[in-house]
């Protein structure tokens, strides 16, 4: 199975990735995340990553591009992939079409996960991040086992700098004008499901797999 997980920063894209990517085995290709690694990890890309991100614009899309097209070559992705937080622009989402065209293996399903602005905000200044494998906590919906640790690998929990209150609405309003268009662009593909992203986490996962399973 290929998959976007489409949503704004904060509806829940991240959680759902990794619940998909353990029941399809599959693995889940996160630009965040990455980019996230290779800031911790001093590279390059990293530098060049973190004023964009910091600042909750997005990083310019041959950068982001340049990453995926490497990425979905590599065997894991042979038998699917869940993309969460990419494609963000139309270019993007052009670029990946034909990188996944070229392979044979164009995207098959587009979840978009709609959460109102509101409790993006309130779901997002609760949230802290482990920086070393990724895993995301929310101080009162998915609250750490292990007081301020992480349950998978007991590095101590961020909350992110682009997390904070000023950022996030930044990227609120980045995501409006950029990335939601791409909700049009799969629909003509006839490639939309749309999810209410509202409830439990559960609910909402069973939402998405019931809809996966009709579609
Ligand atoms: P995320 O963890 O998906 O919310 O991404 C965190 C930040 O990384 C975003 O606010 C962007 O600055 C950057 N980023 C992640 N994915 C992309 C993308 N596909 N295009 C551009 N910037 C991205």
Known sequence: MRLIL????????GTQAE?????????????GNI????????TDLGQKAKGYMDQGQLVPD??????????VKKDDCKNGMIFDGFPRTI??????????????MPIEHVVNVDVQDEII???????????????????????????????????ELTHRDDDKLETVKKRLEVYHSQTKPLINYYQEQDKL???DGLGKVDEVYAKITKALEVN
Request: charged fraction near 25%; include cysteine.
């Open 35 to 42: 980019f996230r690694e290779h800031i911790a990890n001093k």
């Open 19 to 31: 619940m998909l990517m353990n029941a399809y085995n599959i693995p889940t290709i996160s630009t």
């Open 6 to 13: 489409l949503g704004a920063p904060g509806a829940g894209k």
């Open 121 to 155: 905000v309130e779901r997002i200044s609760g949230r802290r991040t482990c920086l070393a494998c990724g895993e995301t906590y929310h101080k009162i919906y998915k609250v750490e086992l292990k007081d301020g640790l992480c349950n998978k690998c007991n590095t």
């Open 91 to 104: 270019p993007q989402a052009k670029a990946l079409d034909i990188m996944l065209d070229e392979l044979g």
């Open 62 to 71: 041959e950068l982001v591009i340049e990453l995926v097209k490497d990425r």
């Open 193 to 195: 499901i749309n999810i």
